[in-house]
């Protein structure tokens, strides 16, 4: 019984915690008018066309948060900032990708600031007693693109992932804790389809 259940579970991605809780690539308009995206894996991830121009250097801007989210998840930022560096740096497509904000370079700069705007990672507590029925962990991040040294926003778009509450209980939890970093590595992919390389 247990085998058969993990079989529908299925194995995690590369990314451990975006686990196909919602289908990939699905937009979706907010109130606000922006389009939402569910980001769920790299294999399958579609991303929209591309700006025009094409960049030599990523840098973000910033990665912020409401204090509450910020109290609640003091590293959700900061840990999902990393991995999505590091993701567009594996690509080896552009000359420079920093998080240092205001940090200029030769050639054209794309500047991309974040925001999470709603998170939900479940405890270990309620994991371990509640199992599947404490719920998906979840994120969501506004994401802007400008031109280095322009106001003008070139992309806008909120993107979301949650993990499988399922894949979430047989792992004991591990997909919740890690589901900024995991979804650090698909914004990071994203972005290497939006932002074209010189």
Known sequence: MLSALAGCVG??????????AKPDGVVTMTESGIEKQELASIEDMVAGPPLTAKYDNIVIGSFTSSKQIHTDYPEAASDCEMY?????K???????VTDEDGKTFPG???????KI????????????????FAGSSSMEVLLQIRDAGSDIVLH????????SSWAASYSGGSSDQSLPADFGVLIGEYLSKVIPAR
């Open 84 to 88: 999505m560096v590091k993701q567009l």
């Open 156 to 163: 806008e778009k909120i993107l979301a992932t949650s993990n």
């Open 11 to 20: 194995g995690q991605s590369d990314q451990g915690s975006a686990e196909n």
């Open 90 to 96: 594996s690509k080896n497509s552009y000359k420079n």
């Open 117 to 132: 705007i709603d998170m939900r990672i479940t405890s270990g507590a309620a994991r371990m007693w509640g199992g599947v």
């Open 108 to 114: 054209k700069t794309a500047v991309v600031t974040l």
